[in-house]
Structures are given as structure tokens and as C-alpha cells.
């Protein structure tokens, strides 16, 4: 059986014991993820999903975090008054060994959801609110108030001014309050 799953913008067909170089995600080595971006399920009776399969996953452990070859980028421009310009660059991957093809039943696993550098917020952000809707609260206030562990308009709502005294690093202003306590009733 094989399957094909989605993860760092690229596909990959695997099956149970094949070694990925797959974009850096946010796990250390002897982990057990599981990647729920299923396209397509192979075997004798193949399933293609409508993007994805419904219920099915690809655990994974992961082997290493590492970096692949280094790219160079040689710039030159000709003749008169030119200039020459050289970067380069490492990727960051990490090196995952497929240990198993969950056919249905992924969300019942418990297993750690493989996400990537950018995927780790997004993840996070599904079940809280967007707190930069409260005015005053910009990039920053909301990553400080994620730290404190507020991430929904009820919580903060829910603050009495004892409270917003003990929070460390941020001063959350009462009109921040009033305004979450409008958001989160809709």
C-alpha cells in the first residue's frame, strides 16, 4: 500500500518505511508525527480524495533535523562598470522514516499533527480568535498575549483587573476588555 501526502508544498508517494527529506517542521528526532494531508490512498482498491481523504494519515518518526547542499547564486553583470554578487544558501529539512498508512480513523490517533516553520502559528490560530481585530492590539500585543496564554476574546473578556495587574511583559488596556467582550458575544 502507498500513499501520497502533501507537506511543505510538495507530494510525495510513500510507503511504510521510506526515508523523506521533507521541509523543516516544527519537531525534534525520536518524535512521532502524523501528516493528515492525504492525497490519494494506492493499493488494490486506490482512493483519490477530493483534496484529501477523509480520515486517513501518514505517522511518521523523525529521524533528524538537517540542512541540505548549499546553493549558490552567482550574479554578473558584463562588460563596463560591472559587478559580480555571490550567495548562498542551505535549506532547512528534516529527515522523516514512515513507520505507518492509517487508512481511516487519523484523528483519533493522538499523534502530534506534523506542521511546518510557517504552519506552527496557523495551527495554533485555528481554534483562537484573531485578537488584532481589538484596536490597539497589534503584531506584537498578540504574540505577548499568546505567551500569557490569551488567545480567544472570551478570555480576555473574562479578566478582572487583578488579573490584568499579573500579566507580565504587556499592559492590557481596559478598553481591550470592553472591546473583547463585544467580539466574542458576535
Same mark, same amino acid.
Given at each position: 500500500?502507498?500513499?501520497?501526502?502533501? +507537506?511543505?508544498?510538495?507530494?510525495? $508517494?510513500?510507503?511504510?518505511?521510506?526515508?523523506?527529506?521533507?521541509? *523543516?517542521?516544527?519537531?525534534?528526532? !525520536?518524535?512521532?508525527?502524523?501528516?493528515?494531508?492525504?492525497?490519494?490512498?494506492? !493499493?488494490?482498491?486506490? %482512493? %483519490?480524495?477530493?483534496?484529501?481523504?477523509?480520515?486517513?494519515? #501518514?505517522?511518521?518518526?523523525?529521524?533528524?533535523?538537517?540542512?541540505?547542499? $548549499? #546553493?549558490?547564486?552567482? %550574479? *554578473?553583470?558584463?562588460?563596463?562598470?560591472?559587478?559580480?554578487?555571490?550567495?548562498?544558501?542551505?535549506?532547512?529539512? +528534516?529527515?522523516?522514516?514512515?513507520?505507518?498508512?492509517?487508512?481511516?480513523?487519523?484523528?483519533?490517533? !493522538?499523534? *502530534?499533527?506534523?506542521?511546518?516553520?510557517?504552519?506552527?502559528?496557523?495551527?495554533?490560530?485555528?481554534?483562537?480568535?484573531?485578537?488584532?481585530?481589538?484596536? !490597539?492590539?497589534?503584531?506584537?500585543? %498578540?504574540?505577548?498575549?499568546?505567551?500569557?496564554?490569551? +488567545?480567544?476574546?472570551?478570555?480576555?473578556?473574562?479578566?478582572?483587573?487583578?488579573?490584568?495587574?499579573?500579566?507580565?511583559?504587556?499592559?492590557?488596556?481596559?478598553?481591550?476588555?470592553?472591546?473583547?467582550?463585544?467580539?466574542?458575544?458576535?
Amino acid at each position: 500500500m502507498f500513499a501520497v501526502l502533501k +507537506t511543505g508544498g510538495k507530494q510525495y $508517494k510513500v510507503q511504510a518505511g521510506d526515508v523523506l527529506r521533507v521541509e *523543516k517542521l516544527a519537531a525534534d528526532a !525520536g518524535e512521532t508525527i502524523q501528516f493528515n494531508d492525504v492525497l490519494m490512498l494506492g !493499493g488494490e482498491a486506490p %482512493v %483519490v480524495g477530493a483534496p484529501f481523504v477523509s480520515g486517513a494519515a #501518514v505517522q511518521a518518526e523523525v529521524v533528524d533535523q538537517i540542512k541540505g547542499d $548549499k #546553493v549558490i547564486n552567482f %550574479v *554578473k553583470r558584463r562588460r563596463k562598470h560591472s559587478s559580480k554578487r555571490t550567495v548562498g544558501h542551505r535549506q532547512k529539512l +528534516t529527515l522523516v522514516r514512515i513507520t505507518e498508512i492509517l487508512t481511516s480513523g487519523a484523528d483519533a490517533t !493522538g499523534v *502530534k499533527v506534523a506542521a511546518g516553520k510557517g504552519d506552527a502559528g496557523s495551527a495554533a490560530a485555528s481554534s483562537a480568535d484573531d485578537l488584532s481585530m481589538i484596536t !490597539g492590539v497589534g503584531p506584537a500585543a %498578540v504574540k505577548k498575549l499568546e505567551a500569557a496564554g490569551l +488567545t480567544t476574546f472570551a478570555q480576555i473578556a473574562a479578566l478582572s483587573e487583578d488579573e490584568i495587574a499579573g500579566i507580565e511583559g504587556i499592559k492590557v488596556k481596559p478598553e481591550w476588555v470592553e472591546q473583547a467582550k463585544e467580539l466574542a458575544q458576535g
